[in-house]
């Protein structure tokens, strides 16, 4: 137990955090979006592991990250689209066409891995950038500071979002789609392709996320490599009250808890492995049951839209 | 290309003639438009006049390009044109407001206006010239607006206005309103009156859909009356009358009430000292004492929020009182339970008619069962009886003249004057003793409403008592023996029916006169 209290674990706790923090902040926000625009997407998770895949097989057969990374992207875009085609063009119930988008992601994911890759295997993945200067921070310095592209990517993604979606004509269309969808459609915004574009913008950034994991964080991959963490990035919406600034706290809070129990596992400290595990998701439920907030939900959520009817 | 928007921006695109040709718009069951023509002129007020259901907001919604013509055409200073989505017809000047006001409440006043247009500082939301060319729209016309307000902090009044320069600010040369009237107190209709006169005197031309046939008089040049989602025909208001544009709506003719003299009897309903609670928590009924007679109809009259709403509610057993006894029929029912009211002979024709009285997606049967499903005639064991549910709802809606398709229909696709009547002849075939009817013709065409007051005198006659809730005074002033004026939750003088000028129910019902 001493062990923990010592500034170099904490140091090591909260560097830990924002390596975890990275999947979630891309998830989470990508979903911002996507909810601000009415559509709750549940293949998070479905999409951070197609796209984790075919980042770690892109960069083992090409060596290329950069092309891992794109490989990524592309494929959550492809995702995107299905989810989008799917609850938005064909207006299926958001919750279940969701399931049924995680469902393939963690099939095909394990299916193209066990035919194409086999075995374990690892890449080297994306590595850490000290930004001199920042880096040598006393304490901060280490935490912040030498992290990999991805990472500062995820945190700048932020107050990105924050500026996308308070600031910007798209940000005005986001909100209006997913409050009064009737009232965009009445001054000629396309409902559905503001719908589209909120929904792949998500899905691009979960493959962000799924990269993140498989070819920056672990370097490697394996069947169901997420663990349902894509769900936690739901999650994080709803307790983030779709704002970009809540999802941040609610990874970091998270990301935290789970770093340190992953610490305590590796000091050795005496508590049962399986109850270290749970901290963060009874965490996460404590957390949203205290600050469930409907209030600020978008007020069309998980409702296609047909013009006319009201 | 910045020039020209510029310029189109100062000086809009006013459509001239605007003519619609021959238009038929079907829905799967309804022929909602059949072979309807309509024209408006540049710098005129045409009213669009019909029931409810009977086309008029169809028709509109295919010259603002929300829907498609199945067949006619739409004519633009004679030329054809095909507006695919409203973006086209905002384009082709073309403005419309909405009965249900198309804003976002969690946006700016300004944000909604920016919505939808090309931004000149992409990416950036340019809510900037939103506020410069407002200001200059405010002066214009007299129309005020906060541009940093959230839309849900406005009032029902202030976010039409918002709506109005919306569609100004958009450049509409013609603006189509859809019942503007239906949500405002008789002072804003005043004010939106004078508003409509100044955009006129601009050279704007209105399309003004209503049903009620005074605001009609009071502001068209021209009148067009859809019935059955056909044009019965169009008068110029200097050439018509009332009488003649009740007749085209209804296609018969509307009597006068007259409601007979009678001796009211036993007590029904007595309340006394009732208080309770708002829904914020703050007193809003503070101690009401009424009593309503069998064979009377007491009027509640006020205005809006001084605790009508929570007074139904507490009768109907759907709000707590917090101190205070309601009898009826001289038993005391305070802590009764709704079923429990029910079957005591209370009858309640809720304001909210979507949300308290019927369910919409439930077919027009499964409404009419909402409550009796369990009555042993209408069950054998667990099981319903399906032949003597279908007979009994299908009296009802032969009996109360309801219009639908079929008995399997959802309600919710029926007129909101069938739906009110199906939920009347619910209540009224439990012959109850006491009808709390609360807003009982809100949203109601002319027919179904004078068919309802027929159904509260008939009650009324069979020795009935009913409380009529209404923000509509005339409709107060028509039905009841008595009027009970409420102000802040209470009570502030009951008045004879004809012992009373408008005058002095008005001061009473601002405070002045308590």
């Known amino acids: 137990m001493k062990g923990l209290l010592s500034w170099n674990v904490l140091s090591g706790i909260l560097n830990t955090m924002i390596g975890l923090a990275t999947p979630f902040l891309f998830a989470a926000l990508g979903e911002t979006f996507a909810q601000t625009a009415g559509v709750v997407n549940l293949g998070v998770d479905g999409i951070m592991l197609l796209s984790a895949f075919a980042a770690f097989y892109v960069t083992l057969s ?88 991805l990472t500062y990517c995820a945190f700048l993604l932020v107050p990105a979002s924050w500026w996308l979606l308070e600031k910007t004509n798209l940000g005005l269309k986001l909100k209006a789609v997913g409050q ?12 559905s392709r503001v719908r589209y574009l909120a929904v792949c913008m998500g899905a691009v950034l979960a493959g962000a996320a799924g990269a993140s994991l498989s070819i920056a964080q672990l370097n490697l991959f394996q069947d169901n490599l997420t663990a349902g963490q894509g769900f936690i990035a739901v999650a994080l919406v709803y307790f983030g009250g779709w ?30 492995s399986s109850l270290a595990v749970m901290l963060p998701y009874v965490l996460t439920i404590l957390a949203l049951t205290v600050t469930a907030n409907r209030a600020r939900q978008p007020a069309a959520l998980n409702k296609p839209f047909e013009r006319g009817e009201s | 290309m910045e020039t020209k928007a510029a310029a189109s921006k100062a000086a809009p695109a006013k459509p001239g003639r605007v003519e619609m040709r021959d238009i038929v718009k079907c829905f799967p069951g309804v022929r909602a438009n059949s072979q309807v023509c309509f024209d408006v002129s540049p710098g005129e007020v045409h009213a669009l006049l019909g029931e409810n259901g009977a086309g008029k907001s169809t028709l509109m919604r295919q010259l603002y390009g929300m829907y498609q013509p199945d067949e006619g055409e739409i004519l633009i200073d004679g030329l054809p044109r095909s507006f695919r989505s409203p973006a086209d017809a905002i384009r082709a000047g073309i403005g419309m407001i909405h009965q249900h006001f198309m804003l976002v409440p969690t946006l700016t006043v300004a944000q909604n206006i920016a919505l939808g247009e090309r931004s000149g500082r992409w990416p950036l939301a340019d809510t900037k010239r939103v506020v410069a060319r ?64 100044r955009m006129v005197a601009e050279g704007h031309s209105l399309i003004f859909i209503s049903h009620k046939l005074g605001e009609v008089m009071a502001i068209a040049d021209r009148v067009t009356v859809l019935r059955d989602g056909q044009a019965v025909g169009s008068r110029m208001i200097s050439e018509t009358n009332r009488d003649e544009l009740v007749h085209m709506m209804v296609g018969r003719e509307i009597k006068q009430l007259e409601p007979r003299a009678l001796e009211a009897g036993a007590s029904r309903l007595r309340i006394q000292g009732l208080r309770a609670l708002g829904d914020r928590g703050t007193e809003a009924l503070c101690g009401i004492d009424l009593e309503v007679r069998s064979g009377e109809i007491v009027g509640i009259a006020g205005v809006s929020g001084n605790g009508q709403r929570e007074l139904a509610e507490c009768l109907a057993g759907m709000r707590a009182a917090s101190a205070g006894t309601v009898c009826l029929n001289g038993r005391d029912i305070g802590a009764a339970s709704l079923n429990e009211r029910v079957d005591a002979g209370m009858a309640y024709v809720p304001e909210e008619r979507m949300r308290d009285g019927a369910i919409g997606e439930f077919s027009v049967k499964e409404n009419v069962f909402l409550h009796d499903h369990a009555a042993r005639r209408f069950r054998r064991g667990i099981f319903m009886k399906a032949r003597a549910m279908n007979e009994h709802a299908a009296e009802l809606v032969r009996e109360f003249s309801v219009k639908t398709p079929s008995l399997d229909t959802p309600l919710k696709t029926l007129s909101g004057g069938n739906i009110q009547k199906l939920i009347l002849a619910r209540e009224l075939s439990r012959s109850p003793a006491l009808i709390v009817a609360a807003q009982p013709t809100r949203g109601v ?10 159904c509260l005198l008939q009650q009324r006659e069979a020795g009935t008592g009913v409380l009529l809730i209404s923000e509509d005074l005339d409709e107060i002033r028509a039905l009841s023996d008595r009027i009970a004026v409420i102000y802040e939750g209470v009570i502030v003088g009951i008045v004879e029916r004809d012992s009373a000028s408008v005058q002095e129910i008005g001061l009473m019902m601002s405070g002045v006169g308590a």
Not at chain 1, 112 to 128: C, E, H, Y
Not at chain 2, 139 to 161: F, H, K, M
């Open chain 1, 243 to 272: 704002r970009p600034v809540g999802v941040l706290a609610g990874a970091l809070l998270f990301s935290v808890a789970n770093s340190f129990q992953l610490w305590v596992q590796v000091l050795g400290v005496k508590v049962p």
């Open chain 2, 445 to 454: 065409d002319v027919g179904s409403t004078w068919y309802i007051h027929q």
């Open chain 1, 62 to 149: 090409s060596g290329s990250l950069a092309l891992g990374l794109l490989a990524a992207l592309l494929v959550g875009l492809a995702m995107g689209l299905l989810m989008s085609f799917v609850s938005v063009t064909l207006k299926a119930e958001q919750g279940v066409s969701g399931i049924g988008l995680y469902m393939f992601g963690l099939g095909m994911s394990s299916l193209l891995f066990k035919v194409l890759i086999g075995t374990v295997k690892t890449v080297d993945g994306f590595k850490p950038i000290a930004i001199p200067l920042l880096s040598n921070l006393p304490f901060v310095g280490p935490i912040l500071f030498r992290a990999n592209i």
């Open chain 2, 134 to 197: 407002v200001r200059d729209l405010a002066e214009e016309y007299g129309l005020a607006v906060d541009l940093d307000a959230y839309v849900w902090q406005l009032s029902v009044g202030e976010q039409q206005r918002v709506e109005i320069v919306k569609a100004l600010y958009k450049g509409a040369g013609l603006i189509i309103l859809d019942e503007p009237t239906a949500v405002l107190t008789p002072q804003e209709v005043d004010d939106l009156f004078v508003t409509f006169r």
């Open chain 1, 180 to 191: 009064n969808p009737a009232a965009a459609d009445s001054v000629g915004i396309s409902v």
